[in-house]
Structure formats: C-alpha cells, structure tokens
C-alpha cells in the first residue's frame, strides 16, 4: 500500500508500510496523537468523542494498537487533543467552546475549561504540565492553569481564527499560528509577544505551527501547498517542502526523529507525505486513506506513525520488519 | 535558548507589584534552585508550596504535632527536600514530592534560620542558627548537634575547639546575641559573624576556626548571606550597614586552598593573628551600603540571581521599603509597598521578580512594570531611539512597469539544519548529575456537579440574545451568542426566537445564506470572509453541513 518515490539516495531508506485502520470513530478524525511515553494512541473525532488506544510494540504479528477508552462528554465535535507529560491526562479543544480535562486511564471528565467564545480550535499542555495553551476562533490564545482551571491569561494573538499552538522545550515560549498569515512568538511566563513572522509577499494562511525538538525552528503550513522551517531568531524561512496539497484544511505535520531526521505531513490527496529534512526530497508517500488526512503523529521512540482522515479512519503506518 | 530573541535591554529589577499570594499568616518565603517553587512558612505551623509560573498553590506541609509559627524554610540544592525551623525548637525535614516527614528533632533553642546543606544533593545536615546561642550543625542521620565556635579567645595560643555532642557551649561573650551563619556554596564551610563584628571561616567537619576578618566598625553581625555563585558575601551589622566582600577562595577545594594559606603565612605570627592574617586573604571588603539620610536598620537583605543587585529591607515598622543597590554601590530604586512591616525579602533566581512578605502575612510579588513590546508585533518594525533622517534613493518612487517585483529567493535552502541539540542551560550549575525537582505534577481539581451547573447558568444569563433564558429546557445550554463583534452577530442574533425553533431556523438559515462560515468541525475549512460563526448547537446540525456544503 506504500508507494516508494526512486530517490538516489534512499538506498538506506526503509518504507514505512500501512500496519492497522482502525475506524471506531462516526465522523471525521481531526487530530490523532501519541502520549510522550509512547504507550497511547489519542484520537479526536467530530463525532464528539476522543478515543485512546494502548500502543504495542511492532511485532509484525499483533496488532499494534489495541482500543483503551472513550471519552464523551462534549456538546461538539473536538478538533483537537493533547497528552499531559506523564500521560495521566488529556486535554480536549471542541467547537463547544470549551477545552476538557480527561483522566486518561479511566476515562472521566474531569476539569472544564471555560472562557472562550467561540470554536476552541487546538489545544496543548506545556513541558511542565501545569499549564494548558488554547487557540481558539475568536482570535485568541487563552493560557489556562490545570490545577484550578483558571484562565490566567488571554493573549490577544491574531485577526483570525487561530489554527495551532505550541510549547517549546522548556515551556518558557508559544508559538501560534493564524489565517491571517501570521505566526507570533509568546513569552508563556508575561504572555508578551516577543516575535512575529511572516511570510513578506504572498502571506497565505497558516494552517498549522510547531517548534523543532530543540525550540531553535518552527515549522509552518500554510493553505499554499507549502511547509516551511522558519528560524526563528533570524526570521527567515530555511526549508521548504512541498508536493503535498494542502489548501483548504488544518493540515497538521509532525518532525520524525527516530530513524533520521524527517518531516511527516497529512495532504488533502489523501496521502502523508515524508520528506528528508535537509535535503527536502521526498521519500514516500503513503498512500491507502480514502479522504484528505488531516493529522500524523510520529511515536517518540519507534519508528510509528499515525493518521487521521476525514475518511474517519485512523491508520498505523509502521516499517517493515 | 530564548535569549536571543527576548529584548536584553531591559533592566533588571522589579518597579511594581504584580500581585499578592495569600495563605493564612505567612512568615517566610523561599525561592527553590530555579525559581519555579516558592516556599513559605505560615504562622500555624503549616508549609505551602506556590507553583510560582501559575501562582496556584501546588503542595501543602502540614504536621499536627508542630503549631508553632514557622521561623524560616530552607530548600535543598536540587530542591528535593524541605527544611523547617520553628518556634516551639523544632527542625523538620520535609520530602518535597511526597509531601512527607523526613526527620523531626528538637533543640535546645529556638532556631532563628536553618539552612541546609546546599553542598549535597540529598542533605541530612543543616545549619541552625538559634536565638540566643552559638550556631550549630544539625545531623538528621546520627542525631547529634555540633556547636560552631563564635569567638576566638585572645590569649589561646591554640584554635579553640568547642565541645561537642549535646552539650552547652561554654564561650565566652554575651550569651544573648545570636550569631548568624552560613554556609559557602559548595557546603564545605560556614562563615559565622559573631556580636563582636567577626566574620568566622570555620570548618563544621573538624569544628576548627580556620580564619577569622573583622568586620570594620565591629558591631554585631545580623545577617551573613553569600551570593548564588559564591564570588560575594554580604554582611547586615548593627551599625546599619551593609557589607560586600568578595571572596577569593576558590569554588572547589576550599578546605586545602585554606590549609595553604595557613602555612604560607609567616613563621612569627600565631593564634589569632594567625587567623587573621589568613582571613585576609579569603575576604576582602567590597562595597558598602548604608542610608544616610535615614540611617535604618535592614533587614533580610540578600544579592539578585546573578548576583548584579544588593537588595535590602527597611527594618522600620510601619512602611515597605525595599531598597536595590547595584554591586557598584549606587542606589538604582526604592521600592514601596503598603504600610506594613516588612518581615522578609526574596529575589527570584532567575527573573527580575522580588517576593516580600509583610507583617501582616501576605507576599508581595514584585516584578517590573512592562511595556509592551510593539515590534514585536510586526515582523520588519524596528524601534528607533531617536529620529533618523530618511533620504531617499534617486529611483524610489519611480513607476517601473516591467520589472515586476520578482524577488529571487536568496534562501540558501541546502544548508544543513539541525533540530535536536539543545545548547546548555544558562542557569544550569556545573554539574547536574542529579535530576532536578523542578516541578510538582499538577493536580486538577475535579469540578463538582453544582459548579457545572452554576457555570451553565451564568453563561446562559450572560449571553446577549434574549431567548437563553428558555435554552435550559432543552437539558443543555445552547449557546447562541455570536462573538461580540461584527455586523452579523446582531441580525442572527434577532434571528433566534425561540431555542425549540432554533434548529429549524438554522436549516433555513443556512439555505438561505450565501456566505460561507467556517463553523465545521469536520472540514475544518477556511472562514471565508464573515467571521461571525453560528455557533454549533447538537451533533444533528453536522448532517446539514453536508446539504450546506
């Protein structure tokens, strides 16, 4: 099912091969993730639930993820969730308007964070995990504290819905990203700007926003059918990856460190798409989704990776053995 | 890592108080290695510790068998461990992340300020200066107490050894007023400065004095407080000045650096002279800060993070003064607070962030006074500090058809990029073998039912359109209210009569209405145009997305 672009230097490259679908969700899936220990599988779905799967190792012989817990509660479909760092709970950002805090062993609400006034869009905890990041379409990144559920700050962050945050390693920043063709740099602690970039010219939408590993370079999507790694001190863009479609939807991507530095990206051709970081070639695509995906996660420790569709399916894409 | 971005031109002291932590009558407060956790120690014998990033409450210490105001708290270096002096004698070693009892014991004394060890990872020993005798070292493991030697007798010709193990030093010199002692940064000696305005270097492990400086002016020494790196200590004496001293001993091997020095002084000289020829060579006086005007006494006063700033209360009842010095000695702020005594005073490790904690129990955060940043906002806005002439080039504005803006990507894109080092943490120390507690793992509180409850019905209450009064009929709240902004919300707004026709509505609405929303979960598509989204009711609406779309 995987379809392997003839690159000169692949030759060490191993193909990752479709491993699992799993199709417990009734509507589309917006956002699939793993947990930071690499046991979990998260999946968010409009069909109002967030599902978990516990993840297994790749024995080629069982399969690899195995349906835990099904979390219900919202009033919406959920566009987005998120693993604390110990794995113990998961965040939920739905078009109810409200984040939920889910145990994520047994499966109950716990918290609900209110204070948006309109779609919650993305969501993520901090490094720390005492602190959760929103983004929401009524144009603002809410900063909430789990403990109590307060909102201790609200960042007045773009002049459109915002599509994605994130924490960089330490927690210290948030990046955030928006359709109005900007992506702004937070300081978490003041929650004062401290950077914006943008693309000069064409200043399409950014559809969605992560920081590197190491917090030095975000990567940006933009509904131009571009990836770019920003620098973000000198604020200029170093990479560009393209041949993926991705024009309409929040598209999510994801860095792949495990087995060679890696970008990983959903496309609306219903493809994911891995291109070699440095040289930007493209390496696979890995076909078998009927709808446009729109999100991968890559496991922390093995070379795994997950996506959502809106074909309502979430597949495991895994290498050969 | 941030350090690049984040404007260094700001300077480095609070100006204003940011907020107030409240829990019960506080009495003490200290920061932990980072300046993630703060300390503090209550009135009724209770700890809590605040999550200093959410200022919420992260863990509480409380032991029944101790009700006595707490006298100071003590973190060790890696922040695993808790110290507690208190009013009825008592030390308490405190298992940060469990929240549990280490050790327990009782002295002969009310400790005034006990500190740990910030030499070993997991201290069992302490320093516990007391109120009204010589400083001593607390061993949790053994049991026992060491007396720390506080004078020097003239006449000895031998270092005065202080008797050990339990029993009541017999020193000369008043009995009554405590000495204060600290230990240096690696833990290997403490400096005691006694009444009679002497600073001691005094090695705990064989209790000798090894070298003695005399504080000029010899009034008694209240405080002893050396700086994070361990290059200055600072001395609070009765005659209402504070001392800088920078210490020339070397960070690590104190001990021989000292033994050294000791045989390299000369042949003739002994005893005290001895030592006082050595001290003068581990300590050499700085800077000195007083108040002229006011001539007050201080109180707490300790060095920045970095070691850059002096700060130091006013010890006057009655008013909040905090006064900063530069290490140059210059005066750059006084910081004023509400009318109350100022009881105690510490400086963020990490952040130009000033916690004070007055009489009356609260603690004051003080931070800087920010102005915001604006270009940051905009990606190529620059701020200039003073107007520049702009002469502009001969072609400027010159109308050039054909030569459309083509602007060559100069992006060299070949360049390797590496995502994953991480360079070294700036405030990290030398060695981090250990694994540092930096955080408590938050606990969410569970919301209970009438919270849930009450919460709906305040957001039904708030939202502006007429009818949620009735929405509660349909079991749950359906959120009508567009975003306050925007010519659409008002006319949708008119719209929602009635919640039980409001799908219906809806229907009509959608079919009727050319503009694109981009309301959807599923497609998560693009909102073209109209920000103004009907807000999503039930999952029953995402089947007419489907005739909508």
Known sequence: MAEEVPAAAAS????????????????????????????????????????????????????????????????????????????????????????????????????????????????????????????????????????????????????????????????????????????????????HCVKTLMDDEKNPPVSFVRFSPNGKFILVGTLDNTLRLWNISSAKYIKTYSGHANSQYSVSSAFSVTNGKRIVSGSEDKCVYMWELNSRKLLQKLEGHTEPVMSVACHPTENMIASGSLDKSIRIWAQKK | MNAPI???????????????????????????????????????????????????????????????????????????????????????????????????????????HARLNPGLTSPSLCLACPLSSAPMI??????????????????????????????????????????????????????????????????????????????????????????????????????????????????????????????????????????????????????????????????APCFSGDGEWVVGGSACKGEHKIYIWDRAGHLVKILEGPKEALIDLAWHPVHPVIVSVSLTGLVYIWAKDYTENWSAFAPDFKELEENEEYVEREDEFDLMPETGKVKVSSVNEDEEVDIETVEKDAFSDSDMSVEELRYLPAEPIPDTNEEQDELKLIEARISASPASEEAGQNGHVADHTPSPLGEMGETRGKRKRKPSEKAMELQAEKAKSSKASGRTVREKSRAVGDQEIVDSVNGDDEDDVDAYY
Request: hydrophobic letters at 35%.
């Open chain 2, 6 to 112: 984040i404007d260094p031109l700001q300077g480095d002291f609070p100006e204003v108080i940011e907020e107030y932590l409240e829990h019960g009558v506080i009495k003490c407060v200290a920061f932990n290695h980072r300046g993630s956790l703060l300390a503090a120690g209550c009135a009724d014998g209770s700890c809590v510790i605040w999550d200093f990033e959410t200022r919420g409450i992260a863990k509480e210490l409380r032991d029944n068998d101790c009700a006595a105001a707490i006298t100071s708290v003590s973190w060790s270096k890696y922040g695993h461990r808790l110290l507690v002096s208190a009013a009825d004698k008592s030390l308490t070693l405190w298992d940060v992340s469990t929240g549990e009892k280490i050790a327990r014991t009782t002295l002969q004394q009310t400790p005034l």
């Open chain 2, 138 to 299: 607390v061993d949790f493991e053994i049991g026992c107490t060491t007396l720390l030697p506080v004078y020097v007798p003239e006449m000895m010709p031998d270092v005065l050894l202080a008797p050990q193990q339990r029993s009541k030093c017999s020193e000369s010199g008043p009995p009554f007023s405590p000495a204060a002692a600290c230990f240096n940064k690696c833990g290997d000696l403490v400096y005691v400065g006694n009444a009679k305005g002497e600073i001691l270097i005094v090695d705990y492990k064989s209790v000798k004095v090894l070298a003695l400086v005399p504080v000029s002016g010899g009034s008694a020494v209240k405080n002893i407080v050396f700086s994070r790196n361990g290059k200055y200590l600072l001395t609070n004496s009765h005659d209402r000045i504070i001392r800088i001293y920078e210490n020339l001993l070397p960070a690590k091997d104190v001990l021989r650096s000292l033994e050294d020095l000791g045989k390299n002084v000369d042949g003739g000289v002994d005893g005290v002279e001895k030592l006082k020829a050595v001290g003068s060579k581990c300590l050499t006086l700085f800077r000195e800060f007083q108040d002229l005007v006011t001539k007050m006494h201080w109180k």
């Open chain 1, 12 to 191: 060490s490259y191993i193909p990752y091969v479709h491993s699992q679908t799993l199709t417990p969700h009734a509507h589309a899936v917006s956002s699939v993730k793993f947990s930071p220990d690499g046991r979990l599988l998260a999946s968010a779905s409009g069909d109002q639930t967030i599902r978990t799967y516990s993840i297994n190792p790749n024995d080629g012989v069982n399969p690899i993820a195995e349906p835990a817990q099904v979390f219900s509660g919202h009033d919406s479909g959920i566009s987005d969730v998120a693993f604390s760092s110990d794995a113990r709970f998961i965040v939920s950002a739905s078009d109810d308007k409200t984040l939920k805090l889910w145990d994520a062993e047994t499966g109950s609400p716990i918290k609900t964070l209110r204070g948006h006034t309109n779609y919650v869009f993305c969501a993520t905890f901090n490094p720390q995990s005492n602190m959760v990041a929103s983004g929401s379409f009524d144009e603002t990144v809410r900063i909430w504290d789990v403990t109590t559920g307060k909102c201790l700050k609200v960042l007045p962050a773009h002049s459109d819905p915002v599509t994605a945050v994130d924490f960089n390693r330490d927690g210290s920043l948030i990046v955030s990203s928006s359709y109005d063709g900007l992506c702004r740099v937070w300081d978490s602690g003041t929650g």
